[in-house]
């Protein structure tokens, strides 16, 4: 068989979905597929390709100016038509028997493209691109209730909390902004299924997104390569001596790093926290933890196998995510190394980290205090509840698995367009 795989990023300088993506390709090629790559590259100027782990990644050069909603524009609709003209071009000259797109902007081009040329395309969705402008859900940077439709009156208050005053600059833009969601979710429903990543990204979607088919839906999770993860960590020194909570991600109000160091501080924990991210809210966040006397050990970004080494070595994980989280590639490698995890209950999170048994689940930051100070006082709650999760990660989301599911997707979309075509 015969993949294209169309996706926002790619190793080695990538987020969580660059590395989901990487670790399909990884486990298709184990399978005996031949894998090929394309990656829209909005804001460059030259078309390039480069190679990682022997895979070659096609990358398709658009512009994308600076300029607020200008630049989502050309990211966009200017970006699809684009990179949607380019893969027909690819497809023509080296048929694929399936189109498997990644992420937002790798979607509505790769379906588009794959439809007019007859053959199958799969989506997966990881996060909420398809419901969700902002594709987060939250309408208040503080509040615990989920956006629950992007009206015009919901848009409105997304932007006070984004803009602040300069917001009714923003809002005669409101009707283009619900338009490219529903240009978004017309070409999502196009597709010949698609992947919701988590239980709760599926019942969303199901729920959000009434454009979708019936039975087009598939939750399948991202698959995770544990050998390659452990293999990473292996040979990684702590950051710091002794033993420390840590933080890897983002620091964004989506991951909830607004409340990390008010649930460090209110938990009491006796070890240092270190910081494996970056992100706006990082500033402010030294500010605090020096005015409140919390150490924590800002590392910002981090090699892989360095931001790997910061879990593997921790005695306890926070996870204080605001957003509804799809499905946590931070949380799924904590699982795979075993590491104890107090999380916030968003999103799909539950998939991963069940209350109890897989490690600690909290309604609020309060909450989420009480647990990690609960983890750093039994030393044994946190070691059976780092054994369960990594037997959880491995019976559950081990790449072999999921993509042994995901070739069954291929499989039947396949057989689905050809019984179309010769029906």
């Not at 597929?33 to 480069?50: F, I, K, N, Q, Y």
């Not at 015009?152 to 917001?167: T, V």
């Not at 990204?201 to 009434?210: E, F, I, K, Q, S």
Request: some cysteine.
């Amino acid at each position: 068989m015969r993949v294209l795989l169309v996706t926002d990023s790619f190793p080695p300088h990538c987020g969580g979905s660059g590395w989901s993506t990487y670790e399909l390709a990884r486990g298709l090629r184990a399978r005996g597929v031949e894998v090929s790559l394309v990656r829209p590259r909005p804001g460059t100027a030259r078309d390039a390709r480069h190679e990682h782990d022997g895979f070659a990644v096609e990358e398709i050069a658009a512009p994308a100016p600076r300029v607020p909603f200008v630049r989502n524009y050309f990211k966009n609709e200017r970006l699809w038509r684009h990179v949607a003209g380019r893969i027909a071009t690819r497809l023509a000259r080296d048929p694929v028997d399936v189109v498997h797109a990644q992420h937002v902007l790798s979607t509505p081009p790769a379906v588009r493209a794959a439809r007019d040329a007859g053959i199958p395309v799969v989506a997966t969705v990881r996060d909420y691109w398809p419901v969700c402008y902002w594709s987060d859900l939250i309408r208040d940077r503080d509040a615990s209730a989920l956006c629950p439709a992007c009206t015009p009156a919901n848009l409105r208050r997304c932007l006070r909390a984004r803009a602040g005053a300069a917001a009714p600059i923003a809002w005669p833009l409101i009707p283009y902004m619900r338009a490219n969601l529903t240009r978004k979710r017309g070409a999502l429903a196009q597709a010949d299924a698609v992947i919701a990543v988590s239980s709760t990204m599926a019942a969303d979607l199901a729920a959000r997104a009434p454009e979708l088919p019936d039975g087009v839906i598939r939750q399948i999770p991202n698959p995770v390569a544990l050998d390659a993860i452990r293999g990473a960590a292996a040979g990684s020194r702590p950051p710091i001596d002794g033993p420390y909570a840590v933080f890897s991600g983002k620091l964004e109000p989506n991951k909830g790093a607004q409340h990390l160091l008010r649930v460090v501080e209110r938990a009491g924990l006796p070890w240092p926290l270190v910081v494996a991210g970056d992100g706006r809210l990082r500033a402010t966040m030294e500010t605090e933890a020096r005015r409140a006397g919390i150490d924590a050990r800002f590392l910002g970004w981090l090699p892989r196998e360095a931001a790997l080494g910061c879990v593997a070595h921790a005695r306890l994980l926070l996870f204080p995510s605001h957003g509804p989280e799809s499905l946590s590639r931070v949380l799924l490698e904590a699982g795979a190394l075993g590491v104890a995890v107090a999380a916030m209950d968003t999103g799909g999170t539950r998939d991963i980290i069940r209350h109890g048994v897989t490690g600690l689940l909290s309604a609020d930051p309060d909450a989420l205090a009480a647990d990690a100070a609960r983890l750093a006082a039994d030393r044994d709650l946190a070691d059976t509840l780092g054994r369960q999760l990594r037997a959880h990660v491995e019976a559950t989301f081990a790449a072999p698995a999921v993509v042994e599911r995901i070739l069954g997707v291929y499989s039947d979309v396949v057989r689905a367009k050809a019984g179309a075509v010769h029906g």
